[in-house]
């Protein structure tokens, strides 16, 4: 397992070795001992998501609010798609940077990305399906949005693409109006949960 850590402080890309044979092809996107070893912690798995996007399709900027927070294991089995974390968090050195990783189907990389951090894609084709590894469950009442289409963020969204968006997403406040409306998460807040899990890791 490769691993690179990304721009956005709390981000990693992860790339498996790919075994094809005659059969197919034989990937493990997700390996418990190089996480760890990278992490300083296991990833503790709550919830599985996985989701079917047309082309075009936006989903998120989507985060969690600090604590717990939800971590993401995210990887793309079929189709392709662009991957965006964002750095929601306020005080970060990071805040407001984003990096932009193509995950397939046929390198199967995979992006993890801490508590507290932003996560948007485009999918690049029909049927591009999303696999989600998340360290909480789902609660409505903690989880917020930021417009995927702000225009202080200039998020990579591939031009000449007919964007897909949800009416939620399309309705999420930029990422100022989230800050002025004390939606983001607290940077000291999410160091705090990263040694937190580390210790209990």
Not at 82 to 91: A, C, I, S, T
């Amino acid at each position: 397992m490769k691993v690179h850590e990304l721009s956005v402080a709390g981000a990693y890309e992860f790339t498996p070795p790919v075994f094809p044979d005659h059969r197919g092809l034989f990937t493990a996107p997700f390996q418990g001992a190089a996480f760890a070893e990278v992490l300083g912690h296991p990833l503790r798995v709550a919830q599985t998501n996985h989701s079917v996007s047309r082309r075009g399709t936006v989903r998120g900027v989507h985060f969690a609010d600090v604590p717990p927070g939800q971590a993401k294991y995210v990887y793309c089995p079929r189709g392709a798609l662009l991957d965006v974390v964002l750095d929601v968090r306020v005080g970060s050195p990071t805040f407001g940077r984003w990096e932009a990783v193509r995950l397939d189907a046929v390198d199967y990389r995979a992006v993890y990305l801490a508590e507290g951090l932003g996560h948007a894609f485009v999918a690049l084709e029909d049927d591009t399906v999303m696999s989600y590894l998340c360290s909480t469950g789902y609660h409505p009442a903690a989880e917020h949005g930021v417009n995927p289409l702000d225009p202080a963020l200039d998020l990579p969204w591939p031009p000449g693409l007919e964007l897909i968006l949800s009416d939620k997403d399309r309705d999420a406040p930029t990422l100022a109006e989230a800050r002025e409306a004390g939606l983001l998460p607290d940077y000291q807040a999410c160091l705090a949960r990263y040694a937190e899990l580390r210790a209990a890791g």
